[in-house]
Protein backbone atom coordinates (compact mmCIF):
# COMPACT_ATOMS: atom_id res chain seq x y z
CA UNK A 1 0.00 0.00 0.00
CA UNK A 2 1.09 3.16 -0.97
CA UNK A 3 -0.80 5.65 1.35
CA UNK A 4 -0.34 8.10 -1.41
CA UNK A 5 -2.43 6.53 -3.94
CA UNK A 6 -5.08 5.48 -1.49
CA UNK A 7 -5.79 8.79 -0.36
CA UNK A 8 -6.02 10.20 -3.66
CA UNK A 9 -8.51 7.17 -5.19
CA UNK A 10 -10.55 8.23 -1.84
CA UNK A 11 -10.51 12.22 -2.91
CA UNK A 12 -11.55 11.37 -6.61
CA UNK A 13 -14.64 9.19 -5.49
CA UNK A 14 -15.70 11.07 -2.49
CA UNK A 15 -15.02 14.77 -3.34
CA UNK A 16 -15.35 17.54 -1.38
CA UNK A 17 -15.26 15.84 1.91
CA UNK A 18 -12.08 17.43 3.61
CA UNK A 19 -12.16 16.59 6.86
CA UNK A 20 -12.73 12.95 6.22
CA UNK A 21 -9.52 13.32 4.04
CA UNK A 22 -7.91 14.62 6.46
CA UNK A 23 -9.13 11.54 9.44
CA UNK A 24 -8.02 9.24 6.62
CA UNK A 25 -4.50 10.82 6.01
CA UNK A 26 -3.45 11.13 9.01
CA UNK A 27 -3.72 7.38 9.67
CA UNK A 28 -2.73 5.75 6.86
CA UNK A 29 0.76 8.01 6.87
CA UNK A 30 1.56 6.36 10.19
CA UNK A 31 0.11 2.80 9.65
CA UNK A 32 1.82 1.72 5.81
CA UNK A 33 5.00 0.68 7.40
CA UNK A 34 2.81 -1.79 9.38
CA UNK A 35 0.22 -2.69 6.63
CA UNK A 36 3.26 -3.45 4.25
CA UNK A 37 4.29 -6.04 6.66
CA UNK A 38 1.15 -7.83 6.01
CA UNK A 39 0.33 -8.51 2.41
CA UNK A 40 -2.60 -10.90 3.60
CA UNK A 41 -4.01 -7.26 3.75
CA UNK A 42 -3.21 -5.90 0.70
CA UNK A 43 -4.53 -9.14 -1.50
CA UNK A 44 -7.45 -9.13 0.39
CA UNK A 45 -7.91 -4.78 0.07
CA UNK A 46 -8.04 -4.38 3.65
CA UNK A 47 -7.52 -0.80 3.45
CA UNK A 48 -10.10 0.69 0.93
CA UNK A 49 -13.05 -1.60 2.89
CA UNK A 50 -11.45 0.05 6.39
CA UNK A 51 -11.65 3.83 4.69
CA UNK A 52 -14.94 3.55 3.28
CA UNK A 53 -18.11 2.98 5.67
CA UNK A 54 -20.30 0.16 5.68
CA UNK A 55 -23.34 2.20 5.36
CA UNK A 56 -24.31 5.77 5.63
CA UNK A 57 -28.09 6.60 6.31
CA UNK A 58 -29.79 10.13 5.01
CA UNK A 59 -32.64 11.40 5.98
CA UNK A 60 -35.35 14.63 6.16
CA UNK A 61 -36.21 15.44 9.41
CA UNK A 62 -39.35 17.53 9.64
CA UNK A 63 -40.36 18.77 12.90
CA UNK A 64 -42.71 22.48 14.07
CA UNK A 65 -41.17 24.79 15.71
CA UNK A 66 -43.00 27.26 18.87
CA UNK A 67 -44.49 29.63 16.07
CA UNK A 68 -45.83 26.98 14.56
CA UNK A 69 -43.65 27.15 11.43
CA UNK A 70 -42.52 23.66 9.92
CA UNK A 71 -38.89 23.15 9.41
CA UNK A 72 -36.73 21.08 7.68
CA UNK A 73 -33.09 19.73 8.73
CA UNK A 74 -30.66 16.78 7.50
CA UNK A 75 -30.28 13.92 9.18
CA UNK A 76 -27.31 11.19 9.09
CA UNK A 77 -26.01 8.30 10.44
CA UNK A 78 -23.03 6.50 9.65
CA UNK A 79 -22.06 2.99 10.66
CA UNK A 80 -18.51 2.47 9.42
CA UNK A 81 -17.20 -0.89 10.94
CA UNK A 82 -18.66 -3.30 12.70
CA UNK A 83 -16.17 -5.79 12.75
CA UNK A 84 -15.17 -5.87 16.72
CA UNK A 85 -18.37 -5.18 17.77
CA UNK A 86 -21.50 -3.54 17.27
CA UNK A 87 -21.77 0.11 15.97
CA UNK A 88 -20.94 2.68 18.36
CA UNK A 89 -20.90 6.78 18.57
CA UNK A 90 -21.92 10.16 19.14
CA UNK A 91 -24.59 12.22 17.80
CA UNK A 92 -24.05 15.69 16.78
CA UNK A 93 -26.60 18.66 16.13
CA UNK A 94 -24.46 21.10 15.12
CA UNK A 95 -25.27 24.02 11.75
CA UNK A 96 -22.08 22.77 10.88
CA UNK A 97 -23.07 19.10 10.44
CA UNK A 98 -22.17 17.60 7.20
CA UNK A 99 -21.20 14.16 5.80
CA UNK A 100 -17.62 15.32 5.30
CA UNK A 101 -17.44 15.64 9.39
CA UNK A 102 -19.31 12.84 10.09
CA UNK A 103 -17.20 10.53 8.12
CA UNK A 104 -14.15 11.50 9.76
CA UNK A 105 -15.80 11.27 13.20
CA UNK A 106 -16.86 7.86 12.24
CA UNK A 107 -13.54 6.68 11.05
CA UNK A 108 -11.90 8.09 14.19
CA UNK A 109 -14.68 6.08 16.57
CA UNK A 110 -13.28 3.20 15.07
CA UNK A 111 -9.93 3.05 16.16
CA UNK A 112 -10.54 5.07 19.01
CA UNK A 113 -13.58 2.47 20.07
CA UNK A 114 -10.56 -0.36 19.17
CA UNK A 115 -8.19 1.29 21.70
CA UNK A 116 -10.58 0.56 24.97
CA UNK A 117 -10.09 -3.01 25.15
CA UNK A 118 -13.92 -3.05 24.65
CA UNK A 119 -16.44 -5.08 21.75
CA UNK A 120 -17.40 -1.84 19.90
CA UNK A 121 -16.83 -0.98 16.42
CA UNK A 122 -17.60 2.59 15.05
CA UNK A 123 -20.42 5.37 13.95
CA UNK A 124 -21.65 8.55 13.98
CA UNK A 125 -24.20 10.65 13.27
CA UNK A 126 -25.79 14.30 13.69
CA UNK A 127 -27.72 16.83 11.87
CA UNK A 128 -27.37 20.10 10.70
CA UNK A 129 -30.05 21.17 13.75
CA UNK A 130 -28.73 23.58 16.49
CA UNK A 131 -30.21 23.57 19.86
CA UNK A 132 -28.61 27.03 20.45
CA UNK A 133 -31.44 29.31 21.01
CA UNK A 134 -34.01 26.69 20.69
CA UNK A 135 -36.74 25.95 23.87
CA UNK A 136 -37.02 22.50 25.04
CA UNK A 137 -40.28 21.91 23.49
CA UNK A 138 -38.48 22.66 19.94
CA UNK A 139 -35.86 20.24 21.30
CA UNK A 140 -38.24 17.83 22.03
CA UNK A 141 -39.74 18.04 18.83
CA UNK A 142 -36.76 18.04 16.32
CA UNK A 143 -34.93 14.60 18.51
CA UNK A 144 -38.30 12.93 18.36
CA UNK A 145 -39.16 13.26 14.57
CA UNK A 146 -35.08 12.52 14.28
CA UNK A 147 -35.37 9.21 15.78
CA UNK A 148 -38.57 8.51 13.62
CA UNK A 149 -36.16 8.14 10.76
CA UNK A 150 -33.50 6.49 12.31
CA UNK A 151 -34.96 3.86 15.30
CA UNK A 152 -35.42 0.70 12.37
CA UNK A 153 -31.08 0.97 12.15
CA UNK A 154 -30.30 1.16 15.92
CA UNK A 155 -30.77 -1.31 18.33
CA UNK A 156 -28.18 -2.79 21.82
CA UNK A 157 -26.78 -5.51 18.92
CA UNK A 158 -26.78 -3.30 16.20
CA UNK A 159 -25.71 0.40 16.64
CA UNK A 160 -25.81 2.44 19.95
CA UNK A 161 -25.79 5.98 19.73
CA UNK A 162 -24.57 8.60 22.39
CA UNK A 163 -24.09 12.14 22.53
CA UNK A 164 -21.87 14.42 20.83
CA UNK A 165 -21.61 18.58 20.39
CA UNK A 166 -25.14 19.56 20.69
CA UNK A 167 -26.59 16.52 22.26
CA UNK A 168 -26.41 15.97 26.32
CA UNK A 169 -28.72 14.40 28.81
CA UNK A 170 -31.63 16.20 27.88
CA UNK A 171 -31.55 14.98 23.97
CA UNK A 172 -30.53 11.33 25.22
CA UNK A 173 -33.70 11.40 26.74
CA UNK A 174 -35.49 12.81 24.52
CA UNK A 175 -34.32 10.39 21.85
CA UNK A 176 -34.18 7.42 24.02
CA UNK A 177 -37.74 8.11 25.25
CA UNK A 178 -38.95 7.70 21.38
CA UNK A 179 -37.14 4.77 20.49
CA UNK A 180 -38.28 2.76 23.60
CA UNK A 181 -41.75 4.02 22.26
CA UNK A 182 -41.32 2.72 18.64
CA UNK A 183 -39.06 -0.07 19.17
CA UNK A 184 -41.46 -1.70 21.95
CA UNK A 185 -38.42 -2.68 24.01
CA UNK A 186 -36.86 -1.14 26.82
CA UNK A 187 -32.78 -2.13 26.60
CA UNK A 188 -29.38 -0.06 26.23
CA UNK A 189 -30.11 1.33 22.61
CA UNK A 190 -28.21 5.14 23.59
CA UNK A 191 -25.68 5.57 26.55
CA UNK A 192 -25.62 8.34 28.20
CA UNK A 193 -28.92 8.33 29.85
CA UNK A 194 -30.59 9.25 32.69
CA UNK A 195 -29.19 7.62 36.01
CA UNK A 196 -32.81 7.01 36.49
CA UNK A 197 -33.63 4.83 33.23
CA UNK A 198 -30.14 3.07 32.90
CA UNK A 199 -27.89 5.30 32.77
CA UNK A 200 -24.55 5.18 34.54
CA UNK A 201 -22.73 7.32 36.88
CA UNK A 202 -19.29 8.91 35.75
CA UNK A 203 -20.79 8.57 31.74
CA UNK A 204 -21.14 12.82 31.66
CA UNK A 205 -17.19 12.97 33.40
CA UNK A 206 -16.15 10.16 31.46
CA UNK A 207 -14.52 12.50 28.60
CA UNK A 208 -13.21 15.06 30.32
CA UNK A 209 -11.86 12.53 33.28
CA UNK A 210 -10.15 10.38 30.98
CA UNK A 211 -8.35 12.96 29.05
CA UNK A 212 -6.89 13.71 32.38
CA UNK A 213 -5.71 10.17 33.49
CA UNK A 214 -3.78 9.74 30.19
CA UNK A 215 -2.04 12.85 30.33
CA UNK A 216 -1.08 12.04 34.13
CA UNK A 217 0.08 8.10 32.18
CA UNK A 218 2.44 10.09 29.72
CA UNK A 219 3.57 13.11 32.80
CA UNK A 220 4.70 9.76 34.46
CA UNK A 221 6.61 8.92 31.60
CA UNK A 222 8.64 11.85 32.30
CA UNK A 223 8.87 11.94 35.54
CA UNK A 224 6.13 15.24 35.96
CA UNK A 225 4.00 16.28 39.09
CA UNK A 226 0.92 17.40 37.43
CA UNK A 227 -0.01 19.81 40.41
CA UNK A 228 1.36 23.82 39.94
CA UNK A 229 1.06 23.41 36.50
CA UNK A 230 -0.71 26.06 34.40
CA UNK A 231 -2.72 24.66 31.90
CA UNK A 232 -4.88 26.41 29.37
CA UNK A 233 -8.29 24.39 28.29
CA UNK A 234 -11.04 25.69 25.23
CA UNK A 235 -14.44 24.90 25.31
CA UNK A 236 -16.58 25.17 27.87
CA UNK A 237 -19.24 22.21 27.39
CA UNK A 238 -19.38 18.73 28.78
CA UNK A 239 -15.53 17.79 27.89
CA UNK A 240 -13.79 21.19 29.23
CA UNK A 241 -16.15 21.00 32.34
CA UNK A 242 -15.02 18.03 33.49
CA UNK A 243 -11.38 18.60 32.32
CA UNK A 244 -11.48 21.57 34.29
CA UNK A 245 -12.82 20.11 37.41
CA UNK A 246 -10.50 17.10 37.50
CA UNK A 247 -7.41 19.27 37.09
CA UNK A 248 -8.56 21.41 39.77
CA UNK A 249 -8.78 18.21 42.12
CA UNK A 250 -5.18 17.53 41.04
CA UNK A 251 -3.68 21.14 41.74
CA UNK A 252 -2.71 22.55 38.40
CA UNK A 253 -3.74 26.23 37.22
CA UNK A 254 -6.22 26.24 34.49
CA UNK A 255 -6.50 29.99 33.10
CA UNK A 256 -8.65 30.04 30.21
CA UNK A 257 -11.73 28.20 28.97
CA UNK A 258 -13.94 29.44 25.51
CA UNK A 259 -16.46 28.69 23.26
CA UNK A 260 -17.47 29.61 19.87
CA UNK A 261 -17.56 33.75 20.71
CA UNK A 262 -14.38 33.78 22.40
CA UNK A 263 -12.12 33.01 25.44
CA UNK A 264 -11.78 33.98 29.27
CA UNK A 265 -8.11 34.52 30.29
CA UNK A 266 -8.29 34.25 34.31
CA UNK A 267 -4.37 34.43 35.85
CA UNK A 268 -5.36 33.34 39.35
CA UNK A 269 -6.56 30.21 38.01
CA UNK A 270 -10.24 28.63 37.51
CA UNK A 271 -10.94 27.54 41.23
CA UNK A 272 -14.15 25.32 41.82
CA UNK A 273 -16.27 28.09 42.54
CA UNK A 274 -15.49 29.72 39.52
CA UNK A 275 -15.89 26.16 37.42
CA UNK A 276 -19.83 26.11 39.46
CA UNK A 277 -20.54 29.01 38.22
CA UNK A 278 -19.83 27.98 34.41
CA UNK A 279 -21.39 25.02 34.70
CA UNK A 280 -24.54 26.89 35.95
CA UNK A 281 -24.23 29.90 33.20
CA UNK A 282 -23.90 26.52 30.35
CA UNK A 283 -25.69 23.87 31.78
CA UNK A 284 -28.82 25.85 33.04
CA UNK A 285 -29.07 28.99 31.05
CA UNK A 286 -27.14 28.34 27.93
CA UNK A 287 -25.07 31.60 28.12
CA UNK A 288 -21.73 32.83 26.60
CA UNK A 289 -18.13 32.32 28.18
CA UNK A 290 -17.81 36.15 28.18
CA UNK A 291 -20.02 36.63 31.35
CA UNK A 292 -17.90 35.15 33.26
CA UNK A 293 -15.64 37.78 32.66
CA UNK A 294 -18.11 40.34 33.37
CA UNK A 295 -18.91 38.46 36.60
CA UNK A 296 -14.75 38.34 38.01
CA UNK A 297 -13.18 40.75 35.99
CA UNK A 298 -10.77 39.21 33.65
CA UNK A 299 -9.97 39.45 30.21
CA UNK A 300 -12.11 38.65 27.51
CA UNK A 301 -11.18 38.40 23.96
CA UNK A 302 -13.76 37.95 20.98
CA UNK A 303 -13.66 35.70 17.94
CA UNK A 304 -9.97 34.47 19.31
CA UNK A 305 -8.65 30.79 20.99
CA UNK A 306 -6.80 30.60 23.54
CA UNK A 307 -3.62 29.17 22.15
CA UNK A 308 -1.48 32.35 22.43
CA UNK A 309 -1.69 32.18 26.07
CA UNK A 310 1.26 30.96 27.78
CA UNK A 311 0.71 27.94 29.57
CA UNK A 312 3.13 24.17 30.49
CA UNK A 313 -0.11 22.17 29.13
CA UNK A 314 -2.69 22.88 26.53
CA UNK A 315 -5.96 20.83 26.55
CA UNK A 316 -8.26 21.45 23.56
CA UNK A 317 -11.11 20.32 24.09
CA UNK A 318 -14.19 22.05 21.70
CA UNK A 319 -13.87 21.06 18.17
CA UNK A 320 -11.90 19.98 15.67
CA UNK A 321 -9.31 22.22 13.83
CA UNK A 322 -8.71 24.33 16.99
CA UNK A 323 -5.13 24.59 16.93
CA UNK A 324 -3.38 25.34 13.62
CA UNK A 325 0.75 25.55 12.57
CA UNK A 326 0.45 28.89 14.04
CA UNK A 327 -1.62 28.34 17.43
CA UNK A 328 0.85 25.29 17.62
CA UNK A 329 4.46 27.60 17.56
CA UNK A 330 2.79 29.82 19.68
CA UNK A 331 2.55 27.28 22.22
CA UNK A 332 5.68 25.64 21.95
CA UNK A 333 7.11 29.36 22.12
CA UNK A 334 5.25 29.75 25.41
CA UNK A 335 6.85 26.58 26.83
CA UNK A 336 4.15 24.30 26.62
CA UNK A 337 5.46 20.58 27.08
CA UNK A 338 2.25 18.89 26.75
CA UNK A 339 -1.18 18.45 24.73
CA UNK A 340 -3.81 16.21 25.38
CA UNK A 341 -6.88 16.60 23.14
CA UNK A 342 -10.47 16.33 24.54
CA UNK A 343 -11.76 17.35 21.39
CA UNK A 344 -12.10 15.00 18.50
CA UNK A 345 -8.73 16.34 15.72
CA UNK A 346 -8.45 19.61 17.12
CA UNK A 347 -4.98 19.54 15.69
CA UNK A 348 -4.56 20.06 12.13
CA UNK A 349 -1.40 18.10 10.28
CA UNK A 350 0.65 21.25 10.68
CA UNK A 351 0.22 21.72 14.04
CA UNK A 352 0.88 18.12 14.82
CA UNK A 353 3.74 18.06 12.71
CA UNK A 354 5.03 20.86 15.37
CA UNK A 355 4.46 18.88 17.97
CA UNK A 356 6.04 16.16 16.98
CA UNK A 357 9.08 17.31 15.57
CA UNK A 358 9.54 19.57 19.15
CA UNK A 359 9.02 16.19 20.66
CA UNK A 360 6.67 17.04 23.36
CA UNK A 361 3.84 15.13 25.06
CA UNK A 362 1.00 14.69 22.82
CA UNK A 363 -1.87 12.83 22.93
CA UNK A 364 -4.40 12.32 19.83
CA UNK A 365 -7.77 12.42 20.63
CA UNK A 366 -8.36 8.86 19.73
CA UNK A 367 -6.31 7.91 22.68
CA UNK A 368 -6.99 11.10 25.21
CA UNK A 369 -10.77 11.05 24.74
CA UNK A 370 -11.60 7.36 24.72
CA UNK A 371 -12.91 7.98 28.08
CA UNK A 372 -16.32 8.87 27.38
CA UNK A 373 -16.90 6.01 24.45
CA UNK A 374 -15.28 3.44 27.54
CA UNK A 375 -17.74 4.23 29.68
CA UNK A 376 -20.85 4.27 27.14
CA UNK A 377 -19.29 0.66 27.11
CA UNK A 378 -19.07 0.02 30.79
CA UNK A 379 -23.27 1.80 30.60
CA UNK A 380 -24.05 -0.92 27.87
CA UNK A 381 -22.80 -3.28 29.99
CA UNK A 382 -24.45 -2.13 33.13
CA UNK A 383 -27.91 -2.41 30.81
CA UNK A 384 -27.40 -6.07 29.80
CA UNK A 385 -26.15 -7.51 33.35
CA UNK A 386 -29.67 -4.96 34.61
CA UNK A 387 -27.00 -3.90 36.81
CA UNK A 388 -25.52 -0.56 38.94
CA UNK A 389 -22.57 -0.06 39.52
CA UNK A 390 -21.19 2.88 41.87
CA UNK A 391 -19.28 5.51 41.19
CA UNK A 392 -15.83 4.34 42.54
CA UNK A 393 -16.20 1.34 40.36
CA UNK A 394 -16.39 2.86 37.18
CA UNK A 395 -14.06 5.35 37.85
CA UNK A 396 -11.41 2.62 38.80
CA UNK A 397 -12.69 0.77 35.13
CA UNK A 398 -12.01 4.25 33.81
CA UNK A 399 -8.36 4.59 34.81
CA UNK A 400 -7.48 0.99 34.00
CA UNK A 401 -8.96 1.64 30.51
CA UNK A 402 -7.05 4.83 30.12
CA UNK A 403 -3.43 3.37 31.30
CA UNK A 404 -4.15 0.44 28.95
CA UNK A 405 -4.58 3.02 26.05
CA UNK A 406 -1.46 4.74 27.30
CA UNK A 407 0.28 1.21 27.81
CA UNK A 408 -0.69 0.14 23.92
CA UNK A 409 0.41 3.50 22.29
CA UNK A 410 4.06 3.45 24.08
CA UNK A 411 4.33 -0.38 22.30
CA UNK A 412 3.65 0.63 19.49
CA UNK A 413 4.62 4.31 19.06
CA UNK A 414 8.24 4.25 20.51
CA UNK A 415 10.87 5.40 18.75
CA UNK A 416 14.42 4.49 18.28
CA UNK A 417 15.63 7.84 19.93
CA UNK A 418 13.22 6.37 23.38
CA UNK A 419 10.70 9.27 22.25
CA UNK A 420 7.31 8.11 22.32
CA UNK A 421 4.98 8.75 18.84
CA UNK A 422 1.52 8.82 20.84
CA UNK A 423 0.04 9.40 17.15
CA UNK A 424 1.83 6.50 15.47
CA UNK A 425 0.97 4.49 18.70
CA UNK A 426 -2.20 4.75 18.88
CA UNK A 427 -3.01 4.59 14.87
CA UNK A 428 -1.05 1.16 14.99
CA UNK A 429 -2.79 0.10 17.81
CA UNK A 430 -6.49 0.69 16.95
CA UNK A 431 -5.41 -0.67 12.98
CA UNK A 432 -4.09 -3.90 14.07
CA UNK A 433 -6.90 -5.02 16.09
CA UNK A 434 -9.78 -4.12 13.75
CA UNK A 435 -7.46 -5.28 10.72
CA UNK A 436 -7.17 -8.95 12.23
CA UNK A 437 -10.69 -9.07 13.14
CA UNK A 438 -11.54 -8.22 9.85
CA UNK A 439 -9.64 -10.35 8.34
CA UNK A 440 -10.53 -13.56 10.52
CA UNK A 441 -14.13 -12.71 9.42
CA UNK A 442 -13.82 -12.81 5.39
CA UNK A 443 -14.28 -10.69 3.03
CA UNK A 444 -17.76 -9.08 3.78
Not at 270 to 298: C, F, H, P, S, T
Request: proline residues 4%.
Amino acid sequence: MKASEVLDNLKRRFPNEPEYHQAVSEVLGTIEEVYNEHPEFEKSNLIERLCIPDRIFSFRVTWMDDKGQIQTNMGYRIQHNNAIGPYKGGIRFHASVNLSILKFLAFEQTFKNSLTTLPMGGGKGGSDFSPRGKSNAEIMRFCQAFVMELWRHIGPDTDVPAGDIGVGGREVAYMYGMYKKLARENTGTFTGKGLEFGGSLIRPEATGYGNVYFLLQMLKTRGIDIKGKVVTVSGSGNVAQYTVEKLITLGAKVVTMSDSDGYIYDPDGIDREKLDYIMELKNLYRGRIREYAEQYGVKYVPGARPWGEKCDIAMPSATQNEINGDDARALLANGCFAVSEGANMPSTPEAIEEFLKAKILYAPGKAANAGGVSVSGLEMTQNAQKLSWSAEEVDEKLKSIMANIHEQCVKYGTQPDGYVNYVKGANVAGFMKVARAMMAQGIL
